[in-house]
């Protein structure tokens, strides 16, 4: 009698995972989202000098995190907004170079993001601004049959510090991320 009770207790414990529902997602995962746009590595930015075609051009963020323009050699990206390297470029060209550059900098393209584990082809693939968690493992194949799809493992760079949080499938994607879809029990 003792035994089979035994038995069903652990067997409700193993299978009691399976069932949650959505994970709780900390605050700051969403929060990082709605914050303005941080550079990083990877990024790539069209930054145009209005009147100076010679000067306009898209850079890529680099590994050491800065941008190298002509003239003005290295711009620290790694971390700021477009609006702070707006302002970074148009007082480097104006210490010598023009009295009143108009600067411009935008996103050309976003650092990708990765998708490990159980999905049909796991990697790197392209940011799009709005992506979902289903959405990013739709581009990577889908789940396989054997993926715990309730709960998704996402590696992200939250206020300069790396951290690991689980989110659900309508959550949103920042790029840089990195998925991990895991294995279910049964």
Known sequence: MRLNRLIVLLIGLILAPGCATDPSVTGAVHTELVSPYRLDSGDRVRVIVFGQPELSNAYVV??????????????????????EIEAAVG???????????????????????????????AGQYSFVPGMTVQQ???????????????????????????????????????????????????
Not at 62 to 83: C, F, N, Y
Not at 145 to 163: D, F, Q, Y
């Open 62 to 83: 680099d590994q050491g995190g800065v941008i190298s323009m002509p003239l003005i050699g290295a711009i620290e990206a790694r971390g700021r907004t477009t609006a």
């Open 91 to 121: 007082a480097r060209l104006r210490a010598g170079y023009l009295r009143s550059p108009d600067v411009s900098v935008e996103i050309d393209r976003y650092r990708p993001f990765f998708v490990m584990g159980e999905v049909g082809a």
């Open 136 to 186: 990013a493992i739709a581009v990577a194949g889908g789940f396989t049959p054997r993926a715990e799809k309730n709960a998704i493992l996402v590696t992200r760079s939250i206020g300069g510090a790396v951290g690991t949080d689980l989110l659900g499938l309508s959550d949103p994607v920042a790029p840089g991320d990195t998925l991990y879809v895991r294995e279910r029990l049964f």
